[in-house]
């Protein structure tokens, strides 16, 4: 069974940092391609940014130069750094193995204000 346990969330001000991570489980993590994602409230769940198990990153137009994804398979786990955070940025963000199309984890909770 995956599991996905997301972590580092928390309330930060506008242009402010934070950085997010997952801990992976039940799959074999070093060739599993990971994704970010994020769901704010009234919206669907968009993709952020995603990485493959050879390190190649992708990401959303709207975080691009922004957000940096990252993985270590040493320790199954993957990171989210944010800088400059936005108040859209807000919202429960996602990590997520793209092979295991119906498993996702709790989510951790970002809030941007001032």
């Known amino acids: 069974q995956v599991q996905l346990v997301e972590s580092g969330g928390g309330l930060v001000q506008p242009g402010g940092s934070l950085t997010l991570s997952c801990e992976v489980s039940?799959?074999?993590?070093?060739?599993?391609?990971m994704g970010w994602y994020r769901q704010a409230p009234g919206k669907q769940r968009e993709l952020v940014a995603s990485i493959t198990g050879r390190g190649r990153t992708n990401y959303a137009d709207f975080v691009r130069g922004r957000f940096s994804i990252s993985r270590d398979n040493a320790k199954n786990t993957v990171h989210l750094r944010m800088d400059s955070l936005k108040p859209e940025d807000a919202g429960v963000y996602y990590c997520h193995a793209e092979s295991y199309i119906y498993e996702w984890g709790q989510g951790t909770q970002v809030t941007v204000s001032s």
């Open positions: 039940g799959i074999i993590f070093s060739i599993e391609q």
